[in-house]
T-cell receptor
Framework: EPEVTQTPSHQVTQMGQEVILRCVPI?????FYWYRQILGQKVEFLVS????????KSEIFDDQFSVERPDGSNFTLKIRSTKLEDSAMYFC??????????FGPGTRLTVT | GDSVTQMEGPVTLSEEAFLTINCTYT??????LFWYVQYPGEGLQLLLK?????DKGSNKGFEATYRKETTSFHLEKGSVQVSDSAVYFC????????????FGRGTSLIVHP
């Protein structure tokens, strides 16, 4: 069964550094998402992406964040200058049918 | 705005016990309701869903009924197994025209042999 993959599984970075989190969605999915989950808290929506552009974004997704799907397979989340409070699990998800999302295993980002 | 409230965890049960994890929601319109499960070290997986009032979603022995009158979507299983140990998230989407899910905080379930 096809699945969503994410790399790396764990990323440690210093405050102020740029990080890129990568996702490979299921090939026939059309809508893509990033979420984050701070330890012990709820899963929070960051951004949705369709037809090569952002369709919705939350207040969390400020100018420090960007997404792109450069080659039709990888879907990336970039954080330009990480802050301590960016430490979280980041989940990618894809969707073909409305309302049914398929999540990747997540990348744990630790900012020191 | 929309919100989902789940019971606090962890819920600790012995194998073969009956499980209920409560979930209530606040939303405009008529959202779809979901339960996702997150096993250790993995991402969220859709467990079951219901798209309209009185619908019952079911999968792997788990069930949940969309109760509009009580704005609830409680998750139940008649006999849990150790392998059911995971974090369970209640979610809604489709409220107010947006399909972005709103998640609850998650409830950790620990099942002992």
């Amino acid at each position: 069964e096809p699945e969503v993959t994410q790399t790396p599984s764990h990323q440690v970075t210093q405050m102020g550094q740029e990080v890129i989190l990568r996702c490979v969605p299921i090939s026939n999915h059309l809508y893509f998402y990033w979420y984050r989950q701070i330890l012990g808290q709820k899963v929070e929506f960051l951004v949705s992406f369709y037809n090569n552009e952002i369709s919705e974004k939350s207040e969390i997704f400020d100018d420090q964040f960007s997404v792109e799907r450069p080659d039709g397979s990888n879907f990336t989340l970039k954080i330009r200058s990480t802050k301590l409070e960016d430490s979280a699990m980041y989940f990618c998800a894809g969707q073909q049918v409305v309302n049914e999302q398929y999540f990747g295993p997540g990348t744990r980002l630790t900012v020191t | 705005g929309d919100s989902v409230t789940q019971m606090e965890g962890p819920v600790t049960l012995s194998e073969e016990a009956f499980l209920t994890i409560n979930c209530t929601y606040t939303a405009t319109g008529y959202p779809s309701l979901f339960w996702y499960v997150q096993y250790p070290g993995e991402g969220l997986q859709l467990l079951l869903k219901a798209t309209k009032a009185d619908d019952k979603g079911s999968n792997k022995g788990f069930e949940a009924t969309y109760r509009k009158e009580t704005t609830s979507f409680h998750l139940e299983k008649g006999s849990v197994q150790v392998s059911d140990s995971a974090v369970y998230f209640c979610a809604l989407s489709g409220s107010g025209g947006s399909y972005i899910p709103t998640f609850g905080r998650g409830t950790s379930l620990i099942v002992h042999p």
